[in-house]
């Protein structure tokens, strides 16, 4: 019986982050918990693989349920516009329950913060976004209310 062979770890390369700043936070109960949407108002993109902004009201963040799905366009420093759609799971480490009447929810405690992007990019500079396995860590800060994504290519 032949052996399956070396397991191979997973190396991370560091490619850029974002920061995306909000303004307002807009929830409300369903049935089967809290559903959030967060417009993004700007943001920057900085990194060795990526620098830009965050197109202005260009998304948001749609939260509920512990899971997250955010879509936003990106400007990359060189014009090409990019489209991104996070998926993930943002939930309280404590597992103690958000207080969502609270505006600075989040900024002082610690989170279990990991996303997946996926993009579109025009054919050009930027296709490596959309053939390469990246994964994500996000930070919420309330003051100012913004949160900054770090990501990193899986080689």
């Keep these: 019986m032949d ?3 070396e397991i191979q770890p997973i190396k991370l390369e560091y490619i850029f982050q ?3 700043d909000f303004q307002e936070r807009v929830s409300f109960e369903t049935p089967t918990g809290r ?3 967060v417009p993004a108002v700007s943001g920057v993109i ?6 830009g902004r965050v197109v202005p009201h260009s998304g948001a963040d749609y939260a509920g349920h512990g899971r997250l799905n955010a879509h936003y366009m990106l400007q990359a420093s060189d014009g090409a516009m990019i489209y991104i759609n996070n998926t993930g799971y943002l939930y309280p480490v404590d597992g103690k329950p ?3 009447n609270d505006p600075s929810w ?7 913060f990991r996303c997946t992007p996926v993009f579109d990019t025009p054919k050009g500079p930027h296709e490596w976004l959309t053939r390469t396995v ?3 860590t996000g930070k919420r800060y309330s003051k100012p209310d913004h949160t900054i994504f770090t990501y990193y290519a899986v080689l």
């Design 18 to 20: 974002i920061r995306i």
């Design 106 to 112: 989040g900024g002082d405690r610690e989170f279990y």
């Design 134 to 136: 990246i994964v994500g």
């Design 3 to 5: 052996s399956l062979g």
């Design 46 to 51: 900085e990194g060795p693989r990526l620098q």
């Design 98 to 100: 958000i207080d969502r």
């Design 35 to 37: 559903r959030a949407y």
